[in-house]
């Protein structure tokens, strides 16, 4: 059975991606083995390819989580931002199959690739589910969509016209992508500018159409709506820095790209990434609900 555990990580890397949220992910995966280990000795080896079978699973499970998720999210307090991830090197608490804490598995870590960074798994949010699977498993995985078809009880044509919906929605709302390291220096000069409430250094590093999105989920205190325009973002940090002192600035690597990280004595307390283009912060989303930031936090000792 040793190959059908090796499938975890593949099975969370693409939970991830369709579902943005790292707890539903591994509750989506622990359910599909779940059924796995339900079925007899017989009925196990009479599936030709386990890891296909495993997918198809998630895959329908996952399917199910968005349907359910759009529901809630209209009921979430305030924005909802996918669940930024740390570099491999900095995750430091996963919940295991058995649930609870733990020393990070490296089978549970996501694989940080352009499919992960925080633009992208913005625009796959507004996404139909059905659309979000198809685009995802034909796209970023290159499942074919005979294999889709059965996960979205659609047919092969039908998941390829709404891959190809997911793929116009990507390509519509995409900028260039600023090269890692330019922007990683456009955030260090963000960061210094905002530690010195330097506010027309951060306006001039800011696109004047710039928005700034937050996420508390009603359990922190935080802007509701979007912030929009450069100088009222820059104002709206600045607000923070004075309301909030003793906050720690840290560059960190966020869904793969340069990010910030504010601790507050020695906890993760807000999570920001950002998306640069020609040389302007264009957008910045910033989480605060520490129920999406357990990844960045020591995880809790008794």
């Not at 009925?43 to 329908?60: D, F």
Request: hydrophobic letters at 45%.
């Amino acid at each position: 059975m040793g190959t059908v555990i090796e499938e975890r990580r593949h099975l969370v890397n693409v939970a991830y991606r369709l579902l943005g949220s790292v707890a539903e992910a591994e509750d989506a995966v622990q359910e599909a083995y779940t059924r796995w280990y339900a079925m007899s000795r017989r009925q196990q080896e009479a599936v030709e390819s386990p890891g296909a079978w495993l997918t198809t699973v998630a895959g329908r499970i996952c399917l199910d989580v968005l349907g359910s998720a759009r529901a809630r999210r209209e009921r979430y307090v305030g924005a909802w931002i996918p669940e930024p991830v740390p570099d491999r090197t900095e995750w430091t608490s996963v919940r295991g199959l058995g649930g609870g804490a733990e020393a990070a598995d490296p089978a549970d870590r996501i694989t940080l690739d352009e499919s992960v960074n925080m633009a992208f798994l913005v625009v796959l949010e507004s996404m139909t589910p059905a659309e979000r699977v198809a685009f995802v498993l034909h796209d970023v995985f290159r499942y074919p969509f005979t294999e889709i078809a059965a996960i979205v009880g659609r047919t092969p044509a039908a998941c390829r016209q709404l891959a190809s919906s997911g793929r116009r929605r990507v390509r519509d709302a995409r900028t260039d992508v600023a090269p890692a390291a330019a922007q990683a220096g456009l955030v260090r000069d963000f960061k210094e500018a905002w530690e010195a409430k330097d506010i027309e250094a951060l306006v001039g590093l800011l696109d004047p159409d710039a928005t700034m999105t937050a996420d508390g989920g009603g359990m922190v205190g935080t802007v509701l709506r979007p912030v929009v325009g450069g100088r009222s973002v820059a104002q709206y940090l600045i607000h923070i820095a004075d309301k909030a002192p003793g906050l720690t600035l840290l560059e960190r690597t966020v869904n793969g790209r340069p990010g910030l990280v504010a601790r507050h004595t020695g906890i993760s307390v807000t999570v920001a990434a950002f998306e640069v283009a020609d040389g302007r912060v264009t957008a910045i989303w910033a989480v605060r609900n520490p129920e999406k930031l357990r990844a960045w936090n020591e995880p809790a000792r008794d």
